[in-house]
T-cell receptor, first 113, second 113 residues
Framework: QQQVKQSPQSLIVQKGGISIINCAYE??????FPWYQQFPGKGPALLIA?????SEKKEGRFTISFNKSAKQFSLHIMDSQPGDSATYFC????????????FGPGTSLSVIP | DTEVTQTPKHLVMGMTNKKSLKCEQH?????MYWYKQKAKKPPELMFV???????INESVPSRFSPECPNSSLLNLHLHALQPEDSALYLC????????????FGSGTRLTVV
């Protein structure tokens, strides 16, 4: 029940296209959903995060869509660029276990010219 | 530049060696974390310090020993490691409480020979 599922495992998108990564969870106590971006040889960096009281959050080319009833959330990268090529992790945590973030298994994104 | 600094960036150690990993942050965060990350996997939580007190130990073997000398520093002491302990060790910090994303360092790439 603590698991966060993520798909696809890998994704290849043409430059200018839309990258979509999906995540699903079981624990309805989760109430904070961040996305992290990790480049090779670097630590993950917080990209964008959402709470379940909103259905969508947009920051620049990155948008999180959240479906509370389906217990699913997704990351959309508009106008994908080669510099977006990285591994993306969705994650979730609860108010009482805020220091115990559950990470999804990750998606390796390659944006080709 | 990352606001969480980890040293060294790379470390090769024998199974009988004793070494330490260091982490420093100057963001005023009062929660600090050690994570272990294997290739193509999400980070795995090892230890959490909240207000300089060890709050979570994820059943990590005793050959890993954390230390939090003050609110800005976090160390991980290593002794008698095994080759399977080779991984990227990540330090992170956050403000305690829900909705606080993590700031990760770039990690220490550890190889045990």
């Amino acid at each position: 029940q603590q698991q966060v599922k993520q798909s696809p495992q890998s994704l290849i998108v043409q430059k200018g296209g839309i990258s979509i990564i999906n995540c699903a969870y079981e624990n309805t106590a989760f109430d904070y959903f961040p996305w992290y971006q990790q480049f090779p040889g670097k630590g993950p960096a917080l990209l964008i995060a959402i709470r379940p009281d909103v259905s969508e959050k947009k920051e620049g080319r990155f948008t999180i869509s959240f479906n509370k009833s389906a217990k699913q959330f997704s990351l959309h990268i508009m106008d994908s660029q080669p510099g977006d090529s990285a591994t993306y992790f969705c994650a979730a945590s609860t108010e009482t276990s805020y220091d115990k973030v559950i990470f999804g298994p990750g998606t390796s994104l390659s944006v080709i010219p | 530049d990352t606001e969480v600094t980890q040293t060294p960036k790379h470390l090769v150690m024998g199974m009988t060696n004793k070494k330490s990993l260091k982490c420093e942050q100057h963001m005023g965060h009062r929660a600090m974390y050690w994570y272990k990350q294997k290739a193509k996997k999400p980070p795995e939580l090892m230890f959490v310090y909240s207000y300089e007190k060890l709050s979570i130990n994820e059943s990590v073997p005793s050959r890993f020993s954390p230390e939090c000398p003050n609110s800005s520093l976090l160390n991980l002491h290593l002794h008698a490691l095994q080759p399977e302990d080779s991984a990227l060790y990540l330090c992170a910090s956050s403000q305690p409480g829900q909705g606080a994303g993590y700031t990760f360092g770039s990690g220490t790439r550890l190889t045990v020979v």
